[in-house]
């Protein structure tokens, strides 16, 4: 560099990365060996009933490890759901496309998930959905094990039975 | 009985209950909130109190140890904050958010508050972590290690003729030592300073045994103002003053053999009224230590580290707290009269905090 360049610094790039290795622990641990046999894996609230998926392990009302294991439907409901029209970096999945809240049958808590197999003009809430899982030979201890949701055909389940998760 | 006069605030505020779990090399069963669970279940059990008579919760942790965002949030889960309760958090060493609660508790309107500190060091690559509380401009972007930073504040040391490796040594010894009593500890055993002496320099002059260990862990302590500390426990430690003071991130612009915050929070916490019988010093690296106790102006006749301290069990963002847990156990266990509990906080002894704990004699 030589001696002349003295113009003032105005701005200053440090990239930065740091690795981590996830601990899931003892109770995500449990769902995530679900998802790699094709199922949904939940914790029970020994105290309010409650049935988490995934739990963290414990329940966020009561401070109590949700200790009971709850093998969970294939089936569940659409609470809530967005049309994604727009493009962004990074994007694996053709637009538009759906993505829903899908509260599990016997679960008490929502997830995130894939709507396929009907035109995006007709996804609705309340929809009955059921889960559509990669091979068999193809399934990972992870959400990826899921390909998507689609409806089943089944009536429109009631507000009142979803009402309580939006 | 009755508490002693505060120092600094009005009220009288004891540390009633305290709870930690052991300090492992690795956590790898459990994620944030299952070690901590057991720590907040044992504290409440302690205090004989269940979530509903704790007034406020403030917790200390850092999202850069767990790589993930809100995780003081997530960590909310171990207690099970329903029906709401006041809550607060500290991105530091949970000692600072148990002086957040004794803040809360002097203000008069709550009477019993929960602080825990939860940290596990062992997901990243620590000295990469920790070179993200660096200034990010002119310091940060070279990614110095914690153990060459803290090897140029022993190089000051020695160089000012302050203190000695033997007395580096003698410190770990000691610590590695006292830590076979505490079954929480993680670096546990009796070696002759001349025999660690033998070890080769990690970064000169620092050896393996004046660096703390990587520890996963978690902690907890139920702070009660006035005489419902008595319910808890028969002979409180009462918290007769407090104080924290931070100095610049430049470390050009300090001398880094001396604490001038310590020195300061230590004044102001009045640990030069009365003697001290013991001190735990969060002076994570073994040259740490002398610059700490000269600091606070700690003598022969205070017996330091216990516990084992630091070298011993090194849980960030719990380790401030465990200090404080660990000199109020001996205010209640009889062993103290008055305890020094120290923290820090920051790269090279940045921030200080000292607390100066009394039981009725």
């Not at chain 1, 659409?78 to 538009?96: K, L, M, R």
């Not at chain 1, 309340?126 to 689609?150: H, I, M």
């Not at chain 2, 006069?5 to 909130?33: I, M, W, Y």
């Not at chain 2, 940060?140 to 580096?168: C, K, T």
Request: negative net charge; aromatic residues 6%; hydrophobic residues 40%.
């Amino acid at each position: 560099m030589s001696s002349e360049s003295t113009e003032p610094v105005t701005m200053l790039s440090t990239p930065i990365r740091l690795d981590y290795d996830f601990t899931a622990g003892l109770s995500q641990s449990k769902t995530l060996a679900g998802y790699a046999q094709g199922k949904f894996i939940g914790q029970r609230c020994p105290k309010c009933k409650k049935v988490y998926v995934p739990s963290g392990g414990s329940c966020p009302t009561d401070g109590v490890a949700t200790d009971e294991i709850v093998e969970l439907a294939n089936t569940g409901t659409v609470t809530t759901y967005c049309v994604v029209n727009v493009p962004f970096a990074g994007q694996s999945i053709e637009i538009p496309y759906i993505c829903a809240q899908i509260l599990l049958d016997g679960a008490n808590i929502s997830f995130m998930g894939l709507i396929q197999e009907i035109p995006t003009d007709e996804v609705r809430m309340g929809l009955r959905v059921e889960a559509v899982w990669v091979p068999e030979e193809e399934l990972t201890p992870n959400l990826s094990s899921v390909k998507y949701f689609r409806p089943t055909g089944e009536p429109d389940a009631d507000y009142e039975t979803y009402k309580e998760y939006l | 009985m009755s508490a002693p006069k505060p120092v600094v605030g009005t009220r009288p505020v004891a540390v009633a209950a305290f709870a930690q779990s052991p300090s492992l090399r690795r956590v790898d069963q459990a994620n944030e909130v299952e070690m901590l669970m057991p720590v907040i279940s044992e504290v409440f059990a302690k205090a004989k109190m269940t979530k509903d008579d704790i007034d406020f919760i403030c917790s200390g942790s850092t999202d850069y140890l767990i790589g993930g965002p809100f995780s003081f949030v997530m960590a909310l889960d171990a207690i099970g904050v329903w029906p709401p309760k006041a809550e607060s958090h500290v991105e530091m060493d949970a000692a600072w958010a148990l002086y957040e609660a004794w803040v809360q508790l002097q203000e008069g309107h709550i009477d019993t508050a929960l602080v825990y500190g939860f940290g596990k060091s062992s997901l990243g690559d620590l000295s990469r972590v920790l070179a993200m509380q660096l200034d990010p401009y002119t310091m940060g972007p070279l990614w110095p290690d914690q153990i060459s930073l803290a090897a140029l504040q022993a190089r000051a040391l020695l160089d000012r003729g302050l203190s000695s490796e033997v007395e580096f040594a003698e410190i770990a010894a000691r610590s590695r030592k006292d830590a076979l009593k505490n079954p929480n500890a993680q670096v546990r055993n009796e070696i002759p300073v001349a025999e660690l002496l033998e070890e080769d320099y990690l970064v000169e002059p620092l050896r393996r045994h004046t660096v703390p260990p990587i520890s996963d862990a978690a902690a907890a302590i139920i702070l009660v103002a006035g005489d419902r500390a008595y319910d808890v426990v028969d002979r409180p430690a009462w918290i007769t003053g407090i104080d924290h003071r931070i100095e610049t991130h430049a470390f050009g612009a300090r001398d880094l053999a001396t604490s001038p915050s310590t020195a300061k929070a230590a004044e102001v916490a009045g640990v030069g009224r009365g003697p001290v019988d013991v001190a735990e010093l969060l002076a994570p690296f073994a040259p740490q230590e002398v610059i700490v106790r000269q600091a606070i102006g700690l003598g022969e006749e205070t017996t330091i580290n216990p516990s084992g301290g630091p070298l011993a069990a090194n849980p960030l963002m719990a380790g401030g707290l465990i200090r404080i847990g660990e000199a109020a156990a001996r205010i209640w266990d009889g062993s103290s009269t008055r305890a020094v509990a120290h923290a820090s906080q920051g790269p090279l002894l940045q921030q200080n905090l000292v607390c100066v704990l009394e039981g009725e004699s």
